[in-house]
């Protein structure tokens, strides 16, 4: 008899070590495939980062925070926000190209301006002279 009860009792401990074999497997599978996408989406937010750079947001109020924080329930994992690890003269270089940007911008704002009041100026002008 005392043969049957310690068989048994390896048996089950056996199936228990399987059975928490498979579940660390499974996890390590999990693990394996979230590395996967979370390169995959690195990869593809650098190549976005490089074509054009996100605006950022106002801070919002102390008042505001936690108005929000308590309106909204707990949620899962929040998405860490990727710091850019820019080199000083890649820093100076982009700084340049939105000065640049910021340049051409305004002519072209000033440039539709002068347009805009040389056409109603002109209009004016014919109408007033007697036909």
Do not use: F, H
Not at 1 to 21: D, H, P, S, V
Not at 102 to 123: F, L, M, P, Y
């Amino acid at each position: 008899m005392a043969k049957i009860k310690n068989l048994k009792k390896k048996i089950r401990r056996l199936e228990a070590r399987l059975q928490k074999g498979a579940k660390k497997l499974a996890k390590l599978k999990r693990k394996l495939e979230e590395a996967a996408s979370a390169a995959v989406v690195k990869t593809e937010a650098k190549s976005s980062a490089s074509v054009s750079i996100p605006k950022k947001k106002p801070l919002p109020l102390k008042g505001e925070v936690k108005r929000a924080a308590s309106v909204k329930g707990p949620r899962g994992a929040a998405k860490q926000k990727r710091k850019l690890n820019l080199t000083p003269e890649r820093r100076a270089q982009l700084a340049e190209a939105m000065r640049a940007r910021w340049v051409a911008k305004r002519a072209a704002a000033a440039a539709t301006t002068q347009d805009n009041s040389s056409i109603s100026g002109s209009s004016v002008e014919d109408s007033s002279q007697p036909q």
